[in-house]
């Protein structure tokens, strides 16, 4: 049974950064009720009511995996461990986005699939790129015509499909005997430890723990085998999967993650029930540090574009009575305004100036990356201010 423990109220889609803050762009921007659900039977954590996936991933897709360093190592760290590991012939990757994964891998045993066009454009330069979403009707054409995947990876992806069964099922279909499924997707646990609540927003239909995952795989006729938990996304775990009877044994690793996943308590609602105790309190003292610091004058801005800022401003309502701007390195977010509360986005060689006294973290899962860059803003008496895991403001 699935029972509501979160409200987050009225949110814009998290990636529908406005081209012009006028009066008509704003009146036609769409809402919808954020709310999330734990279910009782499976332990899966989810949005009540996800939103149409045609309106979310189209031709001006905004999130390029390539942005941060930090994720370029990352990915091209994970691809070199499959290459060793399990010598795949063909690596297919579902949401390739603009192509930080496959890049890694000879073009020649890729296949790509990508629904948003102005990403599925960037990699059909190099790769078969299938422009679509991933159904069972696409998995069925990919393999009419290629021999089944070894390696399926995706990453920040499985979790937006609101149709899990399909998508499992299709999963099952398109794997090799041995092959094996690799999906990286935030962590229920880091979200619950970091009262990291921004982690919800209408892409995140799910945030996955291994409790969960391994008991809706089993419905699709696949099994958990391996976990290991990741520092990326503030916080992540990378699941293996195979199909049910594949040689695979399950980890002792895998055993420790249930085990510790049932000490928080990741299969009970009242712990989910305290967490949103918590998002409550966190609202209300960001706002009350914000509004200290306007008191004195400070001029704050928020660093990254981040879709998770998206929630935090709608859900705190924070718009330009705190923040002045925010700044952003991506290209195409940098002169649009962000979703429901229409902050100008400029970039951070423009914004990271002498005049800004505090900066909140929107992109607090880069925290040690941005530090590193903003040295000199630190170094002249410059604060960052973060939500995670409470509200603080950054001494060092
Ligand atoms: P970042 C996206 O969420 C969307 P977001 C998606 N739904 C998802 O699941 C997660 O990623 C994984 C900027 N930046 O990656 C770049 C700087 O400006 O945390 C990005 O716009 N300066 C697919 O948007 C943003 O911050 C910097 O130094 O919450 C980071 O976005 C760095 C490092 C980043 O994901």
Redo the contacts with the bound molecule.
């Keep these: 049974m699935k029972k509501k423990f979160l409200n987050l109220g009225k949110q814009p889609i998290a990636n529908s950064f406005l081209s012009s803050n006028s009066k008509k762009t704003i009146r036609s921007e769409f809402f919808y009720n954020l709310s999330v659900s734990f279910d009782t039977n499976n332990f899966l954590v989810s949005i009540t009511n996800p939103v149409n996936p045609k309106i979310q991933y189209t031709d001006k897709y905004a999130?390029r995996a390539s942005?941060?360093m930090t994720m370029r190592d990352a990915f091209k760290k994970i691809a070199n461990k499959l290459e060793k590991k399990f010598k795949p012939k063909i690596v297919m990757e579902i949401g390739s986005n603009d192509g930080v994964f496959i890049r890694n891998f000879d073009k020649k045993k890729v296949i790509a699939v990508e629904p948003c066009k102005n990403l599925a454009n960037i990699t059909k330069k190099n790769f078969k790129t299938y422009p679509e979403f991933w159904t069972k009707k696409l998995a069925n054409k990919i393999f009419k015509v290629s021999k089944k995947a070894d390696i399926i990876f995706s990453a920040?992806t499985i979790s937006?499909i609101p149709n899990l069964k399909e998508s499992f099922d299709a999963i099952n279909f398109s794997l090799s005997k041995n092959g094996v499924l690799v999906i990286e997707d935030p962590s229920l646990c880091s979200v619950i430890q970091n009262n990291s609540y921004d982690q919800f927003y209408d892409?995140?239909v799910y945030v996955f723990s291994a409790l969960a995952i391994s008991n809706v795989i089993k419905l699709s006729g696949l099994r958990l085998f391996d976990a290991e938990k990741m520092s990326t996304?503030g916080g992540s775990m990378r699941y293996f999967i195979c199909k049910s009877d594949s040689k695979y044994k399950n980890s002792k690793k895998l055993d420790t993650i249930f085990k510790q996943e049932k000490k928080i308590g990741l299969n009970k609602f009242v712990t989910f029930k305290k967490f949103s105790k918590r998002v409550e309190k966190s609202k209300k003292d960001l706002v009350e540090l914000l509004k200290e610091l306007k008191l004195k004058n400070k001029k704050i801005i928020s660093?990254?574009?981040?879709?998770?800022s998206t929630t935090v401003f709608n859900y705190c309502k924070i718009k330009n009575q705190y923040l002045d701007y925010v700044?952003?390195?991506?290209l195409n977010?940098q002169g649009k305004f962000t979703p429901g509360q229409h902050l100008p986005i400029i970039s951070?060689e423009k914004g990271m100036n002498q005049t800004v006294d505090y900066a909140f973290l929107g992109?607090w899962?880069?925290r040690k990356?941005?530090i590193n860059?903003e040295k000199n803003f630190i170094k002249r008496g410059g604060k960052f201010i973060t939500h995670v895991p409470f509200i603080k403001v950054l001494t060092k």
């Design positions: 999130h942005e941060s920040n937006h892409e995140h996304h660093y990254g574009a981040t879709y998770k700044t952003d390195t991506t977010k951070p992109a899962n880069f990356e941005i860059k």
